[in-house]
């Protein structure tokens, strides 16, 4: 009897687990935690590259349509899909999130270390950013565009009515060497946008670095398009984005 207690006592000893070492501790909690933090890269990555993105403005180029401080949701679905072959074109009116062309930007051009295309994937505010630009879709592939001082935009011969727009321009863009970037190269002749580009100006007319400047926006560039307002300061009510492709005929 005595000895049948003996291995009963011994056989329940073998079955308790011993203590965790501190050592062993410490590698279960920085295990869980790396495999924590993998997990949410993972999908930060996949929901910012593949459907959405916050952005705010910076700058006064959008106004009246989107003022300093705005926070906006930036879609992406639709540009994803165009990537892989279906319908869904931009169009004249989009409120377009975009990386400029250095001509663009102070010479300064996207980063392509790994550091830099992690930036771009994850968003992380503490990690070095691209800058992005936010303008309107004016041109499309294959338009002849015009803006006269005082009137507004032309459109294949025909005046653009944008009721977005803050005011009329104060110049005249009507030949390509009236673009900055395309005198400097010694280019001239009619603005026509070319295939797989866009012709992108801000509302905030006369205070807008856009394709008067820098010339045409390579579709590749585009970050996605902008959605909604989400945040604006109460006592003002957030204007919906408006496309148009109304022309005034003569």
């Not at 869980?32 to 916050?54: K, N, Y």
């Not at 002849?144 to 507004?152: N, R």
């Amino acid at each position: 009897m005595q000895l049948k207690e003996e291995i009963k006592q011994e056989h329940n000893s073998n079955n308790i687990m011993p203590e965790p070492t501190l050592k062993t501790k410490a590698y279960l909690f920085f295990k869980e935690i790396v495999e924590l933090i993998v997990v949410t890269l993972f999908l930060l990555i996949v929901i910012r590259q593949g459907f959405i993105e916050a952005r705010y403005i910076p700058s006064e180029s959008m106004v009246p349509t989107l003022k300093i401080n705005d926070r906006l949701i930036v879609e992406k679905v639709t540009k994803n899909l165009r990537v892989v072959g279906l319908d869904f074109p931009i169009k004249r009116g989009d409120v377009l999130v975009f990386y400029p062309p250095a001509e663009g930007n102070r010479g300064k051009d996207l980063h392509y270390d790994p550091l830099s295309i992690f930036a771009r994937w994850t968003g992380l505010p503490f990690l070095p950013q691209d800058d992005a630009y936010i303008k309107r879709v004016v041109g499309l592939p294959g338009d002849v565009i015009e803006i006269h001082k005082g009137e507004g935009v032309y459109i294949n011969g025909k005046l653009l009515i944008e009721s977005y727009a803050n005011e009329v321009p104060n110049y005249n863009c009507i030949d390509l060497s009236d673009i900055d970037v395309y005198r400097r190269e010694g280019k001239s002749g009619k603005i026509v946008v070319p295939k797989g580009h866009l012709f992108m100006m801000g509302d905030n007319r006369n205070r807008s670095q856009d394709s008067h400047v820098w010339g045409f926006l390579d579709t590749r560039r585009i970050v996605g398009r902008a959605a909604v307002i989400v945040w604006r300061t109460l006592k003002e009510k957030p204007i919906l984005f408006q496309q148009t492709e109304r022309l005034l005929n003569f």
